[in-house]
Each structure stands twice: as structure tokens, then as C-alpha cells.
């Protein structure tokens, strides 16, 4: 099988092929982290803001889907769904859902004890309004950070799965899959694998760098 510098054995840009799959990648990742955030936050909120029975019931499903296997989830849902990025989305959102809903049970807990929630409950207001007007709007901030660091996390979820034929499949791209085709011809042609992998470490940074900063801004903020 012959390779001419900077192209893959049909002929194609690695290069453009690359910031094809990362843009596949990134999308998915955003999709599922959005998601995630939604269903997470959303049952972090209940937990925290209900308590008791509610709580306890909502955050023992997290603890099952923490103990669930990623593999063998995906593995499941490519049988039932096929092999692609539906099953692939569906996978990353069930996972990224799980870290969220703790963030915001334990942010909105905190919230039930802060002094302007503690006053508004003593002159009567409904705990409906006291959620959707204090509690709410304070929890975007958090949300949108933990929204940021997840996107990494999900872009290399979505990496290994592709990587393992369990996501995009050819002639689409993504990092996953062109970081398999790249290790299969590693040696003849190493562009291959060093564009993929030089890209994914570079987002990967990016993205991880920006989480922190926004996660310092907020505590700093608060």
C-alpha cells in the first residue's frame, strides 16, 4: 500500500481530514454535554431542593449509572440503535449527566442554607418561587462551568469509543476513528496518527484551560 506525504491511502488531506473529525468530535461532545447538563441539572435540583425520599431515590440512580460500564453501555446501545453517532451521543449524555447531578444537588443544598433563601422562607414565600427566582438563576454559573469541563472528558469518551469501532463510522471522520487508522499504518506513514493525535492533545488543553479559568473567575466571583 503506497502513501504520498500528507494524504491517506485514497488520496485525502490528512490535515482537512483532521479538522473534519475534530469538528465531529467537538459536536457530539457539545451535543451530549448539553445534554447531560439538562438531565443532570435538572435532577440535581429536584434532589436537592425536595430532600428526603426524593433525594435519596434520584442519587442512588446516579450511583447505578456511575456503576455502569461505558463499553458495555455503548456496546448495548450500538446493538439497539446501530453503530454511529447516535448511539454515540446517547452513550456520552449517560455519562455526562451523572457528575452534573451531584454538582447541583450539593450547589442547591447550599443555596436551602444561604441567608436570603432562609428569609425569603420566614416571611412565607412558596418553595416554588423561592426556587425558580433565588436558587435558579444561581445555579447557571456553576452549571456553565461544569459544562466546560466536561466537554474534554467527553471529547476523549467519544475518541475511545470511535477508536474502538463503537462510534463514527467510515467514510465519515472523527478523531477516534483516524487515531485507529492512523496506529494501523503508525510506521509507513506517521502523519496519520500525529495529526489526530497532535490535534486532540491541543483541543484537549484548550478546552481544559479555559474550564479551570472560568472555574477560578467563579470561585473568585463568589
Known amino acids: 500500500m503506497l502513501f504520498r506525504s500528507g494524504t491517506d491511502t485514497l488520496g485525502r488531506d490528512v490535515a482537512v481530514r483532521a479538522f473534519e473529525g475534530l ?13 447531560g447538563v439538562c438531565v443532570g441539572g435538572l435532577t440535581g435540583a429536584l434532589a436537592g431542593t425536595l430532600g ?23 456496546l448495548l ?43 425569603a422562607k420566614v416571611i412565607g414565600v412558596p418553595r416554588r418561587t423561592i426556587f425558580w427566582r433565588h436558587v435558579l438563576p444561581n445555579l447557571a ?39 485507529h487508522d492512523g496506529a494501523r499504518d503508525m510506521e509507513r506513514a506517521p502523519w496519520l496518527l500525529l495529526a489526530p493525535a497532535g490535534l486532540l492533545v491541543v483541543v484537549l488543553g484548550a478546552l481544559t484551560v479555559l474550564g479551570e479559568a472560568l472555574r477560578d473567575r467563579m470561585a473568585h466571583d463568589g
Open 23 to 35: 469538528a465531529v468530535s467537538l459536536g457530539i461532545a457539545l451535543a451530549a454535554t448539553l445534554l
Open 52 to 74: 428526603g425520599r426524593v433525594d435519596a431515590v434520584l442519587m442512588r440512580w446516579v450511583d447505578v449509572g456511575y456503576a455502569l460500564p461505558v463499553v458495555l453501555l455503548a
Open 141 to 179: 454559573g456553576p452549571l456553565l462551568v461544569q459544562a466546560t469541563l466536561t466537554v474534554p472528558s467527553l471529547v476523549v469518551l467519544e475518541s475511545f469509543l470511535s477508536f474502538l469501532g463503537l462510534g463514527v463510522q467510515e467514510p465519515s471522520a472523527s478523531l477516534g476513528n483516524l487515531l
Open 77 to 119: 446501545l450500538s446493538v439497539v440503535l446501530g453503530r454511529g453517532a447516535g448511539s454515540l451521543l446517547v452513550a456520552a449524555a449517560s455519562v455526562g449527566w451523572l457528575s452534573s447531578a451531584r454538582m447541583v444537588r450539593l450547589e442547591t443544598r447550599r443555596l436551602q442554607l444561604s441567608p436570603f433563601v432562609a428569609a
